[in-house]
C-alpha cells in the first residue's frame, strides 16, 4: 500500500518465460499446426520480442509489423527449430533479420556505423561522472538516441535477458566484439549524458 | 575475473561478471568477494545497473503488442497488414514501481506449461506460483502446470502474507486500517499490521488513498477483542475498528512460520537448477475481492536495488 510515486521506475515483469523444455515442445506443438499453442508462444515472447525491435527501429508501426512478420515466421518454420539455441534467442534472431529486411528496403542501413560501435571504450573518463550523477529518466531519453548497433546489443543483454555467448549467436558476431559493443554503447551514453549536463 | 599469478591484466571484474551481477545471473564466489572489497567494481556494476535499468524503463513503456492474427497464417497477408487482437491474456504480471504489485493476473493467467515466468524487467528473476506445499519441511510450489518448484530461503528473504488473520491483531501491534466509515467507525476492509510507526504527513509519511466514503486509520491497536480493536494514532485520537470473517489481514513483514500450505503463493528469486527457485521475496494470499497491492520502485535489479526497494517497501517508507 506504499504511494507508488517517486521517479525511479520500473523493473515490469512482464512476457513469461518457460524453461527450454517447455518453450521446444510449444514450437513442436506449432509446428503441428497448433493455434492455441501459437498463441501461447505470443504471450511468452511477443512483448521482448516487440521491445527489442521497437528498440532497435524506433518505430512502434514498423516494430509491430515486424512483430507480426517474425511470429508468422515462427508458424511457418517451427519445426525448423534444432533447441541448438534457446527458444528466445531463436526467434530474436528472426526478429532481427525481418527487421534488417525491412529497413534494407526502405534504403536505411543500420550498420552504417558498426565500425564506430565495435570500437573500444575509452575506459572511464570524465563523461563516467556524467552516467554516475544520471537519473534513470535521463538514461532512457538518452539510449534512444543511440545509434542502432548500441541500442540493439544493450536491448538483447539487458532487455531481451541473453547471454552474451546468445547475443553474440543473434548478432552473428564473435563474444568479443559482444563485449566491445556493449563498452562502446555505454561511452557513447556517457557521453551523451555528459553532453546534455553541459548544456543545462 | 582478470586474477591469477601469471596474469598481468586489470585485478578488477571483468565485464562478463559485471554483466552476469546485473543481469542477476549466478556470480562465482570470488567475483562476489571482490566486488564486495572494490569499490571501483561496485561502482562500475552500479553504472551497468543503471543504463540496464534505463533499457528495462524503456522495455516496460513499450505497450502490449496485439497478438498475430489466428493461426491461419495466411489470412495475414490478404489486403493490408492487419493487427487482429486474439482474445489473449494481457501479458503483463506483476509490475514493480509504480502499479499494483500483486499477482491476481500471474495466478490467472499463465500458459498451462509454465513454472516459472521469467521478469522481463529484471532478466535473471524468475517468479514461481502456484499453490504453497510443505514437503519434509521444505517449501514447494505445487504450478499449475502440476509440476513443484522447491523454494529456498535466505535470512534476507521477504515475506508477506494476507488472509483471514484476525489473531495477528493484538494491543500494541502498528496497523493500518481501511474501510467504510460509518459514524466515525471504520468497519475494516483490510488492516496491515507490523508497519512501524512514521509519520502521518510529511516526508516518510505513508500515503494511502481511500475511496470515497471509506476511512483510514494509522496508529497503535488497542481493545483488541473479536469483533473489532481500536486505532490509537500518534495524535491521541481513538478511532473504533470493526472486523468481520471478510476482513483482509495483510502481514508484509511475516516470518517464514506464518506461511500457509494450501494457499496461492508467489515467490520471487533467481531459478536454479533442479526447478529451485531461491526466494527474495514471497507472498501469500487466498483469493478474495480486496487484493493488496504494494507497490515497489527500485532503480535496478541487482540483487542490492531490489533487496533496498523492497527493504523500503516493506518498512512503509
Known sequence: MNDPHGDAVAATF??????????????RRIGQGDEDAMAAFYREHGRVVLAQ?????????????????????????????RGESSVRSWVIAIARRQTRDRLRSRRLRVVDDAFLA????????????????????????????????????LGLVFGSGLSLPEAAGVLEIPVGTVKSRLTAARSALSRMLNEKGQNR | MNTGPADTRSPHLDLEDLIAEVTGQPVNGRARAHLARCEHCRAEANRWDLVASGVRGLAAATPEAAPPAPARPTRLRVGPRRRTVLAAAAAALVVLGGA??????????????????????????????????????????????????????TPSTKVSVAGALRSDITDGASVIALGPRSG?????????????????????????????GWGVARGTVADAGTGGFTVVTSGGTRVPVTT???????????????????????AVGHAGPHRTLSAVLILQQPPGPLQVHIHVTTRGCSPASLADALATAFSGG
Open chain 2, 100 to 153: 499494483g504489485y500483486w499477482a491476481t493476473t500471474a495466478l490467472t493467467r499463465h500458459a498451462p506449461s509454465t513454472v516459472f515466468t521469467a521478469v522481463s524487467g529484471c532478466a535473471g528473476l524468475e517468479l514461481a506460483h502456484g499453490t504453497l506445499e510443505r514437503v519434509n519441511g521444505s517449501l514447494v510450489i505445487k504450478t499449475a502446470s502440476g509440476q513443484p518448484v522447491t523454494v529456498t530461503t
Open chain 1, 14 to 27: 512482464t512476457a513469461s518465460h518457460d524453461d527450454a523444455r517447455d518453450d521446444a515442445a510449444l514450437l
Open chain 1, 118 to 153: 565495435d570500437q573500444p571504450g575509452s575506459g572511464p573518463g570524465p563523461e563516467v561522472m556524467a552516467l554516475d550523477r544520471a537519473e534513470l529518466a535521463e538514461v532512457m531519453a538518452a539510449i534512444r538516441e543511440l545509434a542502432s548497433p548500441h541500442r540493439e546489443v
Open chain 2, 244 to 266: 468481520s470473517g471478510g476482513t483482509s489481514v495483510v502481514v508484509p513483514r511475516a516470518s517464514l512460520g506464518q506461511l500457509q500450505a494450501s494457499v496461492a503463493t508467489v
Open chain 1, 53 to 81: 525491435v521497437q528498440l532497435v527501429t524506433g518505430e512502434r508501426v514498423l516494430a509491430e509489423e515486424i512483430v507480426q512478420d517474425t511470429m508468422l515466421a515462427v508458424w511457418r518454420g517451427a519445426g525448423s527449430f
Open chain 2, 184 to 212: 466515525g467507525t471504520i468497519a475494516a476492509a483490510s488492516v496491515t499490521v507490523g508497519l512501524p510507526p512514521g509519520p502521518s504527513s510529511g516526508p516518510g509519511a505513508l500515503k494511502v488513498t481511500p475511496p470515497p
